[in-house]
């Protein structure tokens, strides 16, 4: 069975940093993973993936430079370390996983199959 479960939001203030976590059931822990954020109001939106092993990312242009994301097979675990917070990056974020691993690096949501139930993150001014 598939299986995501993030964790790791909370509330912070702005300039603060905050790690989320994504662990994946064995199946698709080797699958390439994304993150994706909804804010309110808002269409959800690409943050970053990772290649199955790990060697290869992408980010988003908004959060490049601040966030990171890697991965940690032994453990089945997806991570997004998120510095520099602004209340712009408020927002659910989800990890979602690409089974066929073809289109995990364009950033299209479309690709994903497997989806978390998501994390709340605020970021305070």
């Known amino acids: 069975q598939v299986q995501l479960v993030e964790s790791g939001g909370g509330l912070v203030q702005a300039g603060a940093s905050l790690s989320l976590s994504c662990e994946v059931s064995?199946?698709?822990?080797?699958?390439?993973m994304g993150w994706f954020r909804q804010a309110p109001g808002k269409e959800r939106e690409f943050v970053a993936a990772?290649?199955?092993?790990?060697?290869?990312?992408y980010y988003a242009g908004s959060v490049k430079g601040r966030f990171t994301i890697f991965r940690d097979g032994a453990k089945n675990t997806v991570y997004l370390q998120m510095n520099s917070l602004k209340p712009e990056d408020t927002a659910v974020y989800y990890c979602?996983?690409?089974?066929?691993?073809?289109?995990?690096?364009?950033?299209?949501?479309?690709?994903?199959?497997?989806w978390g139930q998501g994390t709340q993150v605020t970021v305070s001014s």
């Open positions: 979602a996983a690409d089974p066929r691993g073809t289109g995990w690096h364009s950033g299209d949501e479309r690709y994903y199959d497997y």
């Open positions: 064995e199946r698709t822990s080797y699958y390439p």
């Open positions: 990772i290649s199955g092993p790990g060697s290869i990312t």
